[in-house]
C-alpha cells in the first residue's frame, strides 16, 4: 500500500481551468481595497478566468488603531458573500439597518447595494467572495432617510 503525499504549498501560479489549491502555509498576498486590511489570494480568480474573486482579509493588527469606516459606498459586482471566520464586523445598510456579523455569521450584499463598514475587531478576519471576479467600490450619499432616521451620515 502506497503512502499519500499531500499537498504543502499552493498551485502556483494559477492556471486557468486548473484546480487552485490554496496553503495558509504559503501566504500568496495581493493588494486590496482596504489599507488597514491584509489580503491573501486564493487563486479562484485566476482559476475561473474572473468569473469568481476569493481572497481572504484580516485586520493589520501591527498598525496603530485607525478609523476603519469606509463611508457610504457599494461595488460594481453582481454579488458579494463574506463570511466572518473571527472577530467581527460591524455594517450599516441602506435598508436602515445595522449589522454586527460575528465570527461564524454571514452577509450576502448584492451588487450595487449601498453600505458602510464602520467597524472591526483588531483580530477581524474574513473569506470574501466575489461573482463576477472584479469588484469596484463606488462612493455614493448615504440612504435616503438614513441621516433623518439615525441623525448622522
Known amino acids: 500500500m502506497t503512502e499519500t503525499k499531500y499537498m504543502e504549498k499552493s ?3 494559477y492556471q486557468l481551468g486548473k484546480a487552485a489549491y490554496h496553503s495558509d502555509n504559503d501566504k500568496v498576498k495581493k493588494e ?3 489599507t488597514w486590511l491584509k489580503y491573501a489570494d486564493l487563486g479562484a480568480e485566476t482559476a475561473t478566468g474572473g ?5 481572504t482579509m484580516a485586520f493589520k493588527a501591527e498598525q496603530p488603531r485607525i478609523d476603519t469606516t469606509t463611508g457610504w459606498h457599494y461595488h460594481t459586482c453582481e454579488h458579494q458573500f463574506v463570511y ?7 455594517l450599516e445598510l441602506e435598508d436602515g439597518n445595522t449589522v454586527r456579523v460575528h465570527a461564524r ?3 450576502y ?10 467597524g472591526v475587531a483588531d483580530d477581524y478576519e474574513c473569506l470574501e ?6 469588484i469596484g467600490t463606488v462612493a455614493c450619499d ?6 433623518a432616521k439615525h441623525g448622522k451620515a
Do not use: F
Open 11 to 13: 498551485t502556483r501560479p
Open 84 to 90: 466572518v471566520t473571527k472577530g467581527w464586523l460591524d
Open 142 to 147: 448615504a440612504p435616503e432617510g438614513w441621516v
Open 51 to 55: 468569473q469568481l474573486l476569493a481572497h
Open 105 to 107: 455569521d454571514s452577509i
Open 32 to 34: 486590496g481595497r482596504r
Open 109 to 118: 450584499i448584492p451588487g450595487g447595494y449601498k453600505h458602510n463598514e464602520i
Open 129 to 134: 467572495v466575489v461573482v463576477p471576479g472584479q
